[in-house]
């Protein structure tokens, strides 16, 4: 049987992918010099994408929690998470020619193939996922140097941001996806019609196919942008 999909929660992922491209073809645009923006520190730009990423895991977490509740096996699990994992492979290698002083080596991508093998195996905690959810995010002020060496800087508690042009690690970032697994469960249980609501047409689509967009839509920008460069 099909798994049923919630118009509601593709369309709050599509907000994210808009969100995100529309980010990324400013970040392309300043790294063409067709714009000049500080993106690392200006907090205009720090301040979105932080949004943007929280509103991606807080998704993945909804995700997760319809999944469970629809029964999903652990090998459809383990399908749909093989190919997130090799899509954070691919932004590792496409990085790399791009940025090979900072590529992403445990971005988005790398840090979504983690957590959601640790949100699944705690679906069962049901409400305590508000608390450590909770204790993950405020565990960001956590700062020690053990965690600057390279081989534990995905965990998260590091003094300082590894050289990366993308940076996701395990906290504070795990918290906001099991708050999304603890608020689709509720909204399953308690308020289902809220996510049965009809949503606009194209933020659904795009939220059912956010993983290709993700994946399409940067070599595109910047496919087109080296041609104009070229042009001009």
Known sequence: MKPKRYDA??????????????????????????????????PVWTWQRTCILSLFLFCAGLGQAVAVVQGQTWPRFWKRWAQVAGCALLVTIGSYWMY???FIWFGVLHGIAVMLVIV?????????????????????????????HPALNWVGWVT???????????????GV????????QWLLRERPQWVQRPAPAALSWLGRWSLSWYMVHQPVLIGLLMLVRKAV
């Open 100 to 102: 090979p002083r900072s």
């Open 177 to 184: 996806m099991w708050w999304g697994m603890a608020a689709g």
């Open 9 to 42: 929660i593709d369309a709050l992922r599509g907000v994210a992918i808009l969100w995100m491209t529309a980010y990324h073809f400013c970040f392309d645009l300043n790294h063409f010099r067709f714009i000049h923006q500080d993106f690392y520190e200006d």
């Open 120 to 148: 699944r195996l705690t679906a069962g905690w049901g409400p305590w996922l508000w608390l450590v959810g909770a204790v993950a995010i405020a565990s960001k002020l956590i700062a020690l140097e053990a965690f600057d």
């Open 160 to 174: 300082h941001k590894p050289l990366t042009e993308d940076y996701v690690p395990l906290f504070p970032w795990l």
